[in-house]
């Protein structure tokens, strides 16, 4: 059974750091693209960053030089480092799969999200 | 970057009802870079469609999508009670990656 289960979430006051991970198995993660996307309180779904299979990144202009996002496919893992954190990035942070290796597409395996809270 | 505007914000229907529900992008997002989520509470969102009509593995086939350019639409031909959730669509055609704000199909 094809998993992702994200971990690291949590309280973190404003300009501090952050380091989520998203475990994967029943697939061969180093075949495939992941991508993070997050949802305020409330609100809808935002795309965050990307990587492809060769190690590509980008990421949305708002987390651009503050967000890294990199992948360890001897570990099966996703990560997404987060520094500066600010208010507005309080959200449920998802890691999802890509069907190909390139990050820019739709996402057909989801995981149940893992929530960062930015408050003082 | 490509705005994708969801209409209407909220459905109101009763179970058995057909829904429709429409998705334009800001610019012309070709034939297929399109895709639908359905996202229920407390869950992670679930691929429906992709390439604008193409199901998803395990999707029924009440759900059908269709559409082209900045024009498409996400029909449920009879609503089952599991099927009251919030659906969004999403462009691929061109990064960064962007979605709708979603629509909710609630109980009528």
């Not at chain 1, 992702?4 to 501090?16: D, F, I, K, T, Y």
């Not at chain 1, 960053?49 to 570990?75: A, E, L, Q, W």
Request: proline share 5%; with cysteine; glycine share 12%.
């Amino acid at each position: 059974e094809v998993q992702l289960l994200e971990s690291g979430g949590g309280l973190v006051q404003p300009r501090g750091s952050l380091r989520l991970s998203c475990s994967v198995s029943g697939f061969t993660f180093s075949n495939y693209a992941m991508n993070w996307v997050r949802q305020a309180p409330g609100k809808g779904l935002e795309w965050v960053s990307g990587i492809s299979t060769d190690g590509t990144t980008s990421s949305v202009d708002s987390v651009r030089g503050r967000f890294t996002t990199s992948r360890d496919n001897s570990k099966s893992t996703l990560y997404l480092k987060m520094d500066s954190l600010r208010a507005d990035d309080t959200a449920i942070y998802y890691c999802a799969r890509v069907p190909t290796g390139g990050r820019y597409y739709y996402m057909d395996v989801w995981g149940k999200g893992t929530t960062v809270t930015v408050s003082s | 970057d490509i705005v994708l505007t969801q209409s209407p914000g909220t459905l109101s229907l009763s179970p058995g009802e057909r829904a429709t529900l429409s998705c334009r992008a800001s610019q012309n997002i070709g034939h297929s870079a399109l895709a639908w989520y359905q996202q229920k509470p407390g869950q992670a969102p679930r691929l429906l469609i992709y390439g604008a009509f193409t199901r998803a593995t395990g999707i029924p086939d009440t759900f059908s999508g269709s559409g082209s350019g900045t024009d498409f639409t996400l029909t449920i031909s009879r609503l089952e009670p599991e099927d009251f959730a919030v659906y969004y669509c999403q462009q691929y055609i061109d990064p960064p990656l962007t979605f709708g704000g979603g629509t909710k199909v609630e109980i009528k």
